[in-house]
């Protein structure tokens, strides 16, 4: 069997594996068997086909992979606005029942329920924001 063969079906199959893998990794060492594929279909000794597949895979690993994985990675999602508020802790400036009351969020003052419509929260407490419905911020009682 000729030996761009061999590196053209190595290549196919590091190809597929890297369809399941997705680490870019075996991606770019099939581009390097490709490469060395037409290396072998000129008709170059062994060694040197050798040579450019490790030459290749090194500098696709070295070079283009930390490019790539920077470009997959996404930022972690930044919340603003009210939803920034979710999960703050508040002060309960006036009794917090599940009809009513005001807490102080950060240096804010918001009108403000009981998450749980049968408690009642004192003022003084300090609530966990859970949810904010428009200008009123649902909020449960830290323990």
Known sequence: ???WIIWLILAAALGVAEIFTLTASLGLLSIAALLT???AAVGLPPALQ?????IASAA???GVRPIALRHIKQPPLKRFGVSALVGKSAYV???VTGRDGRVQIG???WSARAYDETLVIPPGA???VIEIEGATALVYPRE
């Not at 050798?50 to 490790?54: E, G, K, P, R």
């Open 1 to 3: 069997m000729d030996p």
């Open 37 to 39: 594929t037409a290396v």
């Open 50 to 54: 050798l040579a450019v597949f490790v």
């Open 60 to 62: 696709g690993l070295a």
């Open 93 to 95: 400036t006036k009794e």
């Open 107 to 109: 240096s804010e003052e």
């Open 126 to 128: 300090t609530v966990d």
